[in-house]
């Protein structure tokens, strides 16, 4: 569960936190970034007709899971997106609910009696920290607890952020103690410190009677917080507005899908800020400039949410420098990074995409001579030797130690995938551009501007068909590698983007080829391989430490993103939407499977295909919902 600036609820059914990025209020210091855990989770039990019964679990670094509540659980779902677990306690069913208030750093815990015979006395244990979301909490720290009869307010030291635990009924009852050795072992799984200590303030206490739900509120805000059914209520309008762009026979699935294209779009600055912008992934990524310009048509545009759009292209477009897009914020709020080549290149689409959706001069007016400014920066030379070669007017990228495409793995100073030289995609994307500009320009009357762009475009696209590699009858990755004449001819997806990119100038044949290529050597039920499993150097499994799962990331790895591309280049190629929407499908049976609701960064190359990386990712969620619905229009309209 997210609260639209950054802060997040997550963790797991079973109720105990295996990784460190787990917690019931991670909170957004400074939105959308200086995420911090302050609630890791709540221990629930419950006693009923004289007999005690926990309904929480916590693993140890001993190996001890205690206790195990989880054996009581008889169901669990998603109920208009918020998670629900059901518990069977004797002749008693109570469901315990957890969802965020959006825009505040509030989170909530909701409990309900379905039915019983008599009433349930409930006891919530709150285990707290103040610590950065990469981090881990050890050993005893000097928290300030001032306490009432309902409620307690926690503050880690001078100058932290307080925070106030309280239940909307019963009492509280201070017994400050700190627990040791919490275990996260996903963490340990990926090579990294796995324990934890925790702070235990007091534990809160209720009777709980049919029908009357009772709610636990944690919460970093200085004023008092919604009411938690109000809260409630707001959700179930979201959930509602977010469908009103599917058709009504769209399947459950994209509605999922739809409700989890909120999840990502985050204010950007302190309460009252109109700035918007777009997390990558949860739970460790924060807003990237490559990422956002990819998810925006997927989770604004196409869902008709175009006040939203066009707020987020005006917040990257304020940042632009030297015909630049930022890569990424920085969690800790320094300057943006600007390492990348293709985050500028999508904007172009972004703003493309919405333009043709919303007629809006004004905003074409504003963003149109940042627009120019970008082009003539490519065209002169930027930043790390991004500059079109005037001899083909194709786009070169790269440098030493640096990693500027989407395929962007490093680990200290080495780079896995560097890809300097020119990039298929990047190539195809800056055709796109152009041919966006000479579009744009007419519409504005810039007659000299539209010449240029044409000129250019001209140029770069009677030269793309340099990236053709005739023997694997696909096209290579990158061409003129380092600036020499060396061409890069693994098989990887980057060239399904030359086809499914509105301009495209490859000839059907080819099209159709690299579409087959991609399919035979690529495809999976879940996304693209990153590399062909027949390439050199292919890693099938994402797995190991830090360098070890840097090294596979972009040499094997499934993207789910991906797989809207595919999509609709398999459209483009074979004119079959029907067929090229069922390539979708599967992510329908992931959606129950590893972050409920959500679709996952990456896969393993190799079948069974895990799960890995971020769990919840904007671009694997906008791209494949984007894509269903282009091709249900398609469908609709033969």
């Known amino acids: 569960m997210t609260n639209g600036i950054g802060g997040y609820a997550c963790g797991t059914v079973a109720l105990a936190n295996t990784r460190r990025y787990h917690g019931f209020l991670m909170a957004s210091l400074t939105p959308p970034v200086q995420r911090t855990l302050l609630v890791a989770k709540l221990d629930l039990s419950v006693e009923y007709q004289g007999r005690k019964t926990d309904l929480s679990a916590n693993e140890f670094a001993d190996g001890t899971v205690s206790p195990q509540g989880f054996v009581h659980l008889e169901s669990f779902g998603l109920v208009n997106g918020i998670p629900t677990w059901r518990y069977c306690v004797a002749d008693a069913l109570v469901e315990q609910q957890i969802f965020m208030a959006q825009g505040v750093n509030t989170s909530y815990l909701r409990l309900e009696l379905i039915r019983s015979s008599a009433p349930m006395r409930v006891t919530l244990k709150p285990l707290v920290t103040y610590r950065d979301y990469h981090g881990q909490g050890r050993g005893a720290k000097d928290f300030q607890l001032h306490a009432d009869?309902?409620?307690?307010?926690?503050?880690?030291?001078a100058g932290a952020k307080a925070y106030r635990l309280s239940l909307s009924e019963g009492a509280f009852t201070a017994a400050p103690e700190w627990y040791w050795n919490f275990w996260h072992r996903e963490e340990a799984q990926r090579g990294m410190d796995a324990a934890e200590d925790l702070f235990f303030p007091g534990s809160f206490s209720a009777t709980l009677s049919p029908k009357l739900p009772l709610f636990f509120i944690a919460s970093a805000e200085p004023t008092a917080p919604t009411a938690g059914a109000e809260v409630l209520?707001?959700?179930?309008?979201?959930?509602?507005?977010?469908?009103t762009a599917l058709p009504n026979y769209a399947p459950?699935?994209?509605?999922?899908?739809?409700?989890?294209?909120?999840?990502?779009?985050?204010r950007r600055g302190a309460a009252g800020a109109a700035s918007l912008s777009i997390i990558a992934g949860y739970p460790w990524f924060a807003d990237w400039g490559r990422d956002t310009m990819i998810s925006l048509p997927g989770?604004?545009?196409?869902?008709?949410?175009?006040?939203?759009?066009?707020?987020?292209?005006?917040?990257?477009?304020?940042?632009?420098?030297?015909?630049?897009?930022?890569?990424?914020?920085?969690?800790?709020?320094?300057?943006?990074?600007?390492?990348?080549?293709?985050?500028?290149?999508?904007?172009?689409?972004?703003?493309?995409?919405?333009?043709?959706?919303?007629?809006?001069?004004?905003?074409?007016?504003?963003?149109?001579?940042?627009?120019?400014?970008?082009?003539?920066?490519?065209?002169d030379g930027t930043r790390y030797?991004?500059?079109?070669?005037?001899?083909?007017?194709?786009?070169?990228?790269?440098?030493?130690?640096?990693?500027?495409?989407?395929?962007?793995?490093?680990?200290?100073?080495?780079?896995?995938?560097?890809?300097?030289?020119?990039?298929?995609?990047?190539?195809?994307?800056?055709?796109?551009?152009?041919?966006v500009m000479v579009r744009l320009a007419g519409r504005v009357h810039e007659l000299s501007e539209k010449r240029f762009c044409e000129q250019i475009l001209a140029r770069a696209g009677a030269n793309f068909g340099r990236f053709w590699n005739e023997e694997r009858a696909c096209l290579y990755d990158v061409i003129d590698v380092e600036g020499t004449d060396a061409r890069d001819d693994r098989v990887r997806p980057n060239q399904i983007l030359a086809i499914s990119l509105p301009y495209c100038v490859l000839p059907a044949a080819q099209m159709r080829a690299v579409v087959e290529r991609c399919g035979q050597e690529l495809l999976s039920s879940y996304g693209l391989r990153s590399l062909s499993s027949t390439g050199q150097g292919y890693v099938g499994h994402y797995a190991g430490n830090p360098y070890q799962r840097d090294?596979?990331?972009?040499?094997?790895?499934?993207?789910?993103?991906l797989l809207g591309p595919f999509a609709r280049a398999h459209f483009r190629a074979f004119g079959d939407a029907?067929?090229?929407?069922?390539?979708?499908?599967?992510?329908?049976?992931?959606?129950n499977s590893t972050c409920m609701g959500t679709v996952s960064e990456i896969f393993d190359g190799d079948a069974p295909h895990t799960a890995r990386g971020c769990f919840a990712q904007a671009w694997s969620v906008a791209e494949i919902l984007?894509?269903?619905?282009?091709?249900?229009?398609?469908?609709?309209t033969t």
């Open 385 to 435: 030797g991004i500059q079109v070669d005037a001899k083909d007017g194709l786009l070169f990228a790269g440098e030493g130690g640096t990693q500027l495409t989407w395929m962007d793995a490093k680990n200290g100073d080495h780079v896995f995938t560097p890809r300097a030289g020119k990039a298929v995609e990047i190539n195809a994307l800056w055709l796109n551009a152009l041919d």
């Open 233 to 243: 209520e707001a959700i179930g309008r979201g959930t509602k507005a977010l469908s």
């Open 578 to 591: 029907r067929l090229a929407q069922s390539l979708l499908e599967p992510i329908a049976e992931h959606l």
């Open 149 to 157: 009869a309902q409620a307690c307010r926690i503050q880690a030291f």
């Open 299 to 379: 989770l604004a545009t196409i869902l008709g949410r175009y006040d939203v759009a066009a707020n987020i292209l005006k917040t990257y477009a304020q940042f632009v420098d030297r015909g630049m897009v930022p890569n990424r914020f920085p969690d800790s709020g320094e300057a943006p990074e600007y390492n990348t080549v293709d985050a500028t290149l999508w904007m172009f689409h972004a703003l493309d995409d919405y333009l043709q959706a919303r007629r809006d001069p004004e905003l074409l007016g504003e963003l149109f001579p940042i627009l120019v400014g970008i082009i003539h920066a490519h065209v």
């Open 252 to 266: 459950a699935w994209i509605h999922t899908l739809a409700r989890a294209s909120d999840q990502f779009i985050v």
């Open 551 to 561: 090294a596979a990331y972009h040499m094997g790895t499934v993207w789910s993103w």
């Open 626 to 636: 984007r894509a269903w619905i282009y091709l249900e229009r398609k469908i609709s």
